[in-house]
């Protein structure tokens, strides 16, 4: 029986691709297993806008090519769902309910899209973008020169917004207090960005909520608002920055608050498991707590970072990194959490 260790890394974005080509260079005879609930292998999400400028093709957007696993000796289980991990025995149970054993794990399942609880029960009438599947439907629902309704505008949705208004659709933002998230930005600086959206091209409302969704038939949906004003729009989708996907860690064994809890190495409360990416809160000394640090740069440092020290390292994450928002010098909202 072979003595090399098991890695299992769940999440096959950018932490966990970053994470199991770190593993393999650094053991060379490891069993590696890589888990996704994707019917596809590794693509960039921050690139999904393009297929609205026409890459329909999922292999245009992959972002690594699909036979580096094979060629790795890295065992890639896609549309694979992990129910459940119990953390003393170090194994995870499939929703098909076959059981895997474990050495080291390692949770880079990010976030989900977070709704606020006044909108849930009308999510069937919204359309999500966090997966290529996704950006097929809502091209489908859109005519052309179709209007969007964007709801909150993290800069994921304020990313697509850019993107649609340049390629001829109209776009109406619905600001709120998760405009420009995970941009903390408020007063006067957020009215200059709000400002330059709408120079973009970009219709802005802010100061309503938008408390229901009803379905109609040209347009096909009205966002109704807290003053019982409406909007029409042929789709509705909402961009209220994102919540870690951490339900099938509850038996695990770790610290949670809203993610994982770890310390600067990337390491949970439980000897075996790591997280990496948007799944986990990182401790700060200097501000004495948790905090999440998003965006696709950090998440695949974290995913390699994790993965040395799965494997002897004792590094920390840079927990002071945070993104910058302004204004360039065409008048248009810069950031560098769109960077890659």
């Not at 960039?44 to 036979?67: C, E, H, I, K």
């Not at 807290?226 to 919540?243: A, H, I, K, N, R």
């Not at 905090?291 to 994790?306: C, D, I, Y």
């Not at 020290?309 to 590094?315: F, K, V």
Request: some cysteine.
């Amino acid at each position: 029986m072979s003595s090399a260790p098991h890695y299992v890394v769940i999440g096959a974005g950018s932490a966990g691709h970053g994470a199991v080509t770190t593993l393999r260079a650094r053991d060379p005879a490891a069993r590696i297993t890589l888990v996704t609930m994707s019917r596809l292998p590794f693509y960039n999400r921050f690139d999904l806008p393009r297929y609205f400028r026409g890459t329909t093709d999922w292999r245009d957007l992959l972002a690594v090519r699909p036979q580096i696993y094979d060629e790795l000796g890295i065992t890639l289980r896609r549309n694979s769902r992990v129910d459940e991990i119990d953390g003393r025995a170090r194994t995870l149970t499939f929703s098909h309910k076959e059981v895997v054993g474990y050495d080291k794990l390692l949770v880079c399942t990010g976030g989900g899209g977070h709704l606020p609880e006044v909108l849930v029960e009308y999510r069937a009438l919204m359309h999500g973008f966090a997966t290529f599947e996704d950006a097929t439907r809502v091209a489908r629902a859109l005519p052309a020169r179709g209007r969007v309704i964007l709801l909150g505008g993290d800069m994921i949705g304020l990313d697509l917004a850019r993107t649609l208004v340049e390629t001829g659709h109209e776009v109406t933002l619905v600001a709120g207090e998760f405009t420009f998230w995970p941009h903390r930005v408020d007063g006067a600086k957020r009215a200059e960005l709000l400002a330059a959206l709408a120079r973009s091209g970009i219709e802005v409302i802010d100061g309503r909520i938008p408390v229901a969704i009803e379905e109609g038939r040209s347009p096909a949906r009205r966002v109704v608002f807290d003053d019982e004003g409406t909007l029409d729009g042929d789709v509705v989708m909402p961009f209220f920055g994102s919540m870690p996907l951490v339900d099938f860690m509850l038996g695990a064994g770790v610290d949670m608050e809203r993610g994982i809890l770890v310390d600067p190495k990337l390491k949970s409360s439980n000897d075996g498991i790591w997280a990496a990416g948007d799944v986990c809160q990182i401790w700060s000394d200097d501000l004495k707590e948790y905090r999440f640090l998003h965006g696709w740069k950090n998440v695949r440092l974290m995913g390699e970072l994790a993965a040395r020290n799965m494997t002897g390292g004792a590094e920390e994450f840079d927990v002071t990194a945070d993104f910058s928002i302004g204004i360039d010098a065409q008048g248009r909202v810069q950031s560098d959490f769109w960077e890659q």
